[in-house]
């Protein structure tokens, strides 16, 4: 077959309703990609308090992966989006996580202690000015056991060893650790409530950062 003079078999147009159905089916596919990454894979969180300074400062927002605690557990030292132990409190808290089921855990002069260990912890703002204990079926601070009625300290029936956290239940603790409303205040946080790991400062743009 001849090709006219000045084109060539690459030159040859698709029809525009072509054109036109191939960007309109990408972009269905784009936005459904997108709900589904909002929807069932990641979403934001707001910081609204100084709890987590200085790792996570107030009005930053965070990216969460919603599908980490679906596929497998906590892990010590992530940064977790869970329920509160206390209908009372807000909707969700972001905390990090200091101790996991079977681990023994200890603060004493600012120092945490995991399992005898201890922690390095670059992320504090400064040293706990209180001490902490797993012992006896409970979390005493300060050498006082906390109120169960107050606090969500499972039954003694719940626990596996007087001095390991239970299955099923986290110890959780703010970066700010003087200021924070976490584990030593209100107990334990329970594995059914956490529902992602925060894993990226999103905004504001200068403070964009992955969280280790």
């Known amino acids: 077959m001849q090709i006219p003079s000045g084109e060539t078999a ?16 990408g972009a269905i596919v784009a936005v459904l ?4 990454l909002t929807t069932f894979v990641v979403r934001t969180f707001y910081i609204p308090s100084i709890s987590m300074i200085p790792t996570l400062q107030v009005r930053d927002v965070v990216l969460v992966d919603e599908l980490a605690y679906r596929l497998r557990r906590p892990r010590d030292g992530e940064i977790a989006i869970f329920a509160p132990p206390l209908a009372s409190q807000p909707a969700e808290f972001i905390k990090r996580v200091i101790g996991i089921p079977g681990d023994t855990i200890r603060i004493s002069d600012g120092i ?7 922690v390095r912890e670059p992320y504090t703002n400064q040293p706990a000015k209180y001490d902490l204990e797993i012992k006896d079926y409970a979390i005493y601070v300060d050498g006082r056991p906390l109120d169960p009625t107050r606090a969500d300290v499972p039954p003694r ?21 003087n200021y924070s409303d976490d584990s030593h205040v209100w107990g334990f946080a329970k594995g059914s409530g956490f529902s992602g790991r ?3 400062v999103l905004w504001p743009l200068p403070r964009f950062s992955i969280l280790r």
């Not at 690459?10 to 089916?25: F, H, I, Q, S, T």
């Not at 990609?33 to 589904?36: D, E, G, I, S, T």
């Not at 945490?112 to 201890?118: F, G, K, M, Q, W």
């Not at 239940?169 to 650790?177: A, C, E, K, P, V």
């Open 10 to 25: 690459g030159d040859k147009k698709l029809p525009a309703a072509v054109v036109v159905r191939d960007y309109l089916y």
């Open 157 to 177: 029936s719940l626990w596996q060893a007087p001095n390991r956290i239970p299955q099923g239940f986290y110890l959780m603790l703010g970066d700010n650790r």
């Open 198 to 200: 925060a894993f990226s």
């Open 33 to 36: 990609f997108a709900l589904f």
């Open 112 to 118: 945490v202690y995991r399992n005898a260990l201890p």
